[in-house]
């Protein structure tokens, strides 16, 4: 059974991740055997984050590629084939949120970014990864959404449906790549402690409502999303597509 979440001789770019989720899956993955590229805006937490992994005794290498890039992200893709000569995982995990307020009244600049960062990133990326991962056989996707992309967060209406989008679009790539054996899941975290997330968390009259209805008692920690996504890394999830696993301490499970 060992064996099932063994990702020895696997590649896996992950991107938002100098920090947080993104940071906490990367380094699962390098214990597992992976050797992964981490991907975010910022070259010198990169650096930083691919030499924590180093110094575990994994192999890591951080890259510089802004989400809303489609030409980083391509390049991205083939400086993980340079450096390591193969991709097999990708995790889309970066995501921006410069809006918190009425969808409505939300400027046309913060739509457009938005959607940029986490949808149209994800494609983009998804594109250039598909690409290497069907001339290798085979691959996994895994994309990072969120539960307000099943019910919308308040003021938080942009991001929500950007991340239902990412739901709808994990599902039809699922359908799309089955035949390629590219496996595409999502994870629908709750409110995890990230810097990302800090306002809902750091904030006492948004958290303890969250808290009131959370039947684990917690928010989450970015280690709590990590056996999900190994699980949707290894060959243990060779059956499992089109699927969105919520990870959220029960919070979702409460009727309204």
Not at 70 to 94: E, M, P, W, Y
Request: one cysteine or more; hydrophobic letters at 45%; proline letters at 3%.
């Amino acid at each position: 059974m060992a064996d099932s979440f063994d990702l020895s001789g696997r590649v896996a770019i992950v991107t938002g991740a100098s920090r947080g989720i993104g940071k906490s899956i990367a380094a699962e993955y390098a214990r597992a055997g992976a050797k992964v590229a981490l991907a975010s805006r910022k070259q010198d937490a990169l650096d930083e984050a691919a030499r924590d992994i180093r110094a575990e005794g994994g192999e890591a290498i951080g890259i510089a590629a802004h989400n809303g890039d489609k030409a980083a992200l391509k390049n991205l893709v083939a400086q993980t084939v340079s450096h390591f000569g193969r991709l097999d995982i990708l995790v889309n995990n970066a995501a921006t949120n410069p809006h918190f307020g009425a969808t409505l009244e939300a400027a046309d600049s913060y739509w457009q970014k938005t959607i940029e960062v986490n949808l149209m990133g994800n494609v983009w990326l998804s594109q250039a990864a598909v690409e290497v991962m069907r001339s290798n056989g085979g691959g996994k996707l895994i994309n990072i959404a969120s539960i307000v992309g099943l019910h919308p967060g308040r003021f938080q209406g942009i991001y929500s449906i950007t991340k239902a989008g990412i739901i709808s679009l994990t599902k039809s790539l699922a359908v799309e790549l089955g035949v390629d054996n590219i496996q595409v899941n999502a994870i629908a975290p709750g409110l995890v402690r990230t810097k990302f997330a800090q306002a809902l968390w750091g904030n006492p009259e948004l958290l303890d409502p969250v808290l009131a209805r959370t039947p684990a008692g917690r928010i989450g920690e970015p280690g709590d999303i990590c056996g999900m996504a190994l699980f949707l890394a290894s060959p243990a999830s060779g059956f499992t597509t089109g699927a969105v696993f919520v990870i959220d301490g029960g919070l979702s499970a409460q009727s309204i």
